[in-house]
């Protein structure tokens, strides 16, 4: 198995709403990372957890929250968006945190 | 800080010509030098990466150099296909950082 499997992938919320994108693998990777994709645009790296532990925050505003229940999920809590936070979310995985990062297919977020 | 930068911005080639990409880092300690390819509406794909200890590496259709001196790297893609089309992205790592990527290549070939 190796994938990286992201849910849902497409998301429409509203300014107000609370709501998370889901990230699984099971590879046995220890290295999780959250990025955001504008169009056009390479991935911007948001947050990198190491063995389970937040180890950077790329000044990332508050409105997005990492959380790893364990090594093989990543879940990324969404809250008070804004419209410029519409893009597509990248969830990928490595086996450590130098090694080779496996993207899945991301979560297209639509903020009106 | 950390940047790389990433050229030709767009690239159109015929079938069956090579394709190269290149990139120049700015950090010596970089140590690492993925290449993903980004077809519409895809995952980014890891599609070869090399370490600072080796000078070339070769799959297939597609080789990667690095000259560390220089601190560039680049794609090669020989006998280029049409499903070949695609954004291509470099990245470099230093090992303690995640990645850092280019600003993307769109290669076109025309058929």
């Known amino acids: 198995d190796t994938e990286v499997t992201q849910t849902p992938k497409h998301l429409v919320m509203g300014m107000t709403n609370k709501k998370s994108l889901k990230c699984e693998q099971h590879?046995?990777?220890?290295?999780m990372y959250w990025y955001k994709q504008k169009a056009k645009k390479p991935p911007e790296l948001m947050f990198v957890?190491?063995?389970?532990?937040?180890?950077i925050n790329e000044s990332v505003p508050s409105r997005f929250s990492p959380e790893c229940p364990n090594s093989s999920l990543l879940n990324l809590h969404l809250h008070a968006l804004q419209p410029e936070d519409s893009a597509l979310y990248l969830c990928?995985?490595?086996?450590?945190?130098?090694?080779?990062?496996?993207f899945g297919d991301g979560t297209r977020l639509s903020i009106l | 800080g950390e940047n790389v930068e990433q050229h030709p911005s767009t690239l159109s080639v015929q079938e069956g010509d090579s394709a190269v990409i290149k990139c120049t880092y700015s950090?010596?300690?970089?140590?690492?030098f993925p290449w993903y390819k980004q077809e519409l509406g895809k995952r980014p794909q890891l599609i070869i990466d090399?370490?600072?200890?080796?000078g070339e590496k070769k799959d297939q259709r597609i080789a990667v150099t690095l000259n560390k001196t220089a601190k560039h790297f680049s794609l090669h893609i020989t006998e280029t296909q049409p499903e070949d089309s695609a954004v291509y992205f470099c990245?470099?790592?230093?090992?303690?950082?995640?990645?850092?990527f280019g600003s993307g290549t769109r290669l076109q070939v025309q058929p």
């Open positions: 957890y190491s063995y389970e532990k937040l180890s």
């Open positions: 950090d010596s300690a970089s140590n690492y």
């Open positions: 990928a995985s490595s086996y450590d945190s130098s090694g080779p990062q496996h």
């Open positions: 590879m046995g990777h220890r290295a």
């Open positions: 090399i370490r600072s200890n080796v």
């Open positions: 990245a470099f790592s230093t090992g303690r950082r995640a990645l850092t």
